[in-house]
């Protein structure tokens, strides 16, 4: 899967260009997010082009945020459909990752928090 990786100050900002988050393509998915944190552990994963999102999905979504709080950091959702919201909210992913309108906003409260 190809994922657009952009750096906003100190956090990695990873755009998924697919339509769908699945078991075709959650494992790179993943593996290019991991790469990309090699210094880094505050990490946006902007949701703008997910219509779809399915367990290993969001499987790979918590390999993430696990990656990241290994070094102390965090992770946050952003510019997520109501459809794959809804999905997000039933597994519960919304407790423990936080889930903000705009990427601005997740950018802003890693800065707010720090």
Do not use: W, Y
């Not at 965090?74 to 936080?98: F, G, M, Q, S």
């Amino acid at each position: 899967m190809d994922v657009l990786i952009e750096q906003d100050g100190d956090v990695i900002v990873a755009t998924p260009i697919a339509k769908h988050l699945d078991l075709s393509n959650s494992e790179s998915f993943r593996d290019e997010i991991v790469a990309a944190l090699a210094n880094h552990h505050k990490l946006v994963i902007d949701m703008q082009n997910i219509d779809f999102i399915d367990s290993r999905g969001c499987g790979a979504i918590i390999s993430c945020l696990k990656h990241v709080a290994a070094a102390g950091g965090d992770l946050k959702l952003c510019d997520v459909k109501p459809r794959v919201r809804t999905i997000l909210e039933l597994i519960r992913l919304h407790r423990i990752c936080e889930i903000l309108k705009t990427r601005d906003q997740a950018v802003f409260r890693f800065e707010s928090v720090t």
